[in-house]
């Protein structure tokens, strides 16, 4: 069967992959699979962050890239990834001895002339797996460090690693592990005002409840079965596309002109930018399998929280505060919820401060990370 990673070592697969890009007029990334990578033409050694393909993965790198730069200005920095998001790459303009661009394919020819080309003193990946040729290709790297990678070659030469989840976090002994935390969790808006609310229902009285589920027949039957239980408050949805025909008529957030609402509106949320609002202001909320920026800006809101049994969670200390519950049982919940705000308010509580322990722990785990590359 034909491998279908375009960053992989299968031949075929890669010239597909540069097809598809010289068809597109993608000719950098081209070259870029192929290992012509170039770093900054400035004095410097060069600490190389490796990311992968998801949001997840390029926020991460970005976010540690500009950690790394505040303590080590003599560095060159150098961030590849294998997918491009230009709002996530936004806060690398103005760094300085710093480039980012698409990423060599992990064939050992190529990998080996990227190695060649850029000759790192560091490697970091960040969220994302390291092929198997990436072993041999780092060899003499001096420093290799891992942050939330889900699988290691064996070969791959590792100063620390430091695992988003319990399950990484065995992999590793424990002289080369950090403590297990999601480094990104700090990244979620944890002091928003709740006013978003007030926008929304003007001078309405109801109350937002918001799901997330990519279920168009979990929303379904949930949402028949909320307009009979709280006809008066306001559904917000995340997770399905803006033209499901489960929200026919729902008002989309990326659309909304900041006019009031009639009661018993349903919302998509279809722009990660109103996250911090939606948390904040909603009366419970309830995630089904969210991203981890979902999950820790819901937690972040000070909001009741929960889950649906099916949810993974990146340790079992966090279900503690955040009880499953399946989408049957959810608007019983909920009822109970309203009708004993204090008990709701507690589930809040306990939510927000199970986040605010994990955020302290990824704030020391970070700093042991960055004091480690200073002192190299």
């Known amino acids: 069967m034909l491998s279908k990673d375009s960053y992989g070592a299968n031949r075929l697969a890669l010239w597909l992959a540069d097809w598809r890009d010289r068809m597109a007029g993608n000719r950098a990334r081209i070259a870029a699979r192929r290992g012509w990578l170039k770093p900054p033409q400035v004095s410097g050694k060069v600490m190389w962050l490796v990311a992968g393909d998801t949001r997840d993965s390029v926020r991460l790198a970005v976010e540690l890239m500009r950690a790394i730069r505040d303590r080590r200005l003599d560095f060159r920095l150098v961030l590849t990834f294998e997918k491009d998001y230009p709002r996530l790459l936004k806060p690398l303009d103005d760094m300085a001895k710093t480039g980012w661009g698409y990423g060599p394919a992990a064939h050992p020819k190529y990998l080996a002339r ?129 033209g499901s025909p489960v929200l026919h008529g729902a008002q989309s957030l990326s659309r909304w002109n900041r006019e009031p609402l009639l009661p018993g509106s349903v919302v998509l949320v279809d722009d990660a930018r109103w996250l911090p609002a939606v948390a904040a202001s909603s009366a419970a909320i309830w995630l089904e399998q969210p991203p981890r920026a979902f999950l820790w ?23 503690q505060a955040l009880p499953c519950h399946s989408a049957e049982q959810l608007l019983e919940l909920w009822q109970a919820y309203a009708a004993n705000p204090i008990m709701a308010r507690q589930a809040g509580d306990k939510v927000r401060r199970a986040y605010w322990d994990e955020r302290r722990l990824a704030g020391e785990v970070t700093a042991e990370l960055v004091e480690r590359v200073f002192e190299w």
């Open 114 to 242: 990227a190695v060649e080309r850029l000759q790192p003193f560091a490697v970091l990946f960040a969220g994302v797996t390291p092929r198997p040729a990436w072993g041999r290709a780092l060899a003499e790297v001096k420093h290799v460090l891992l942050v939330d990678t889900p699988h290691v070659p064996a070969d791959l030469p590792i100063e620390r690693a430091y695992p988003f989840s319990t399950e990484q976090g065995q992999r590793f002994s424990a002289d080369h592990c950090a403590p297990v935390v999601d480094i990104t969790c700090q990244l979620a808006d944890a002091n928003v005002d709740p006013n978003f609310r007030s926008a929304l229902v003007g001078g309405n009285e109801g109350r937002l409840w918001w799901v997330h589920s990519r279920s168009e027949a979990r929303i379904r039957v949930l949402q028949e079965r909320w307009r009979h239980a709280f006809p008066r408050d306001y559904l917000l949805v995340s997770g399905l596309r803006a």
């Open 297 to 319: 800006q819901a937690m972040a809101g000070g909001s009741a929280v929960s889950l649906s049994p099916d949810t993974l969670l990146p340790k079992e200390a966090l279900r």
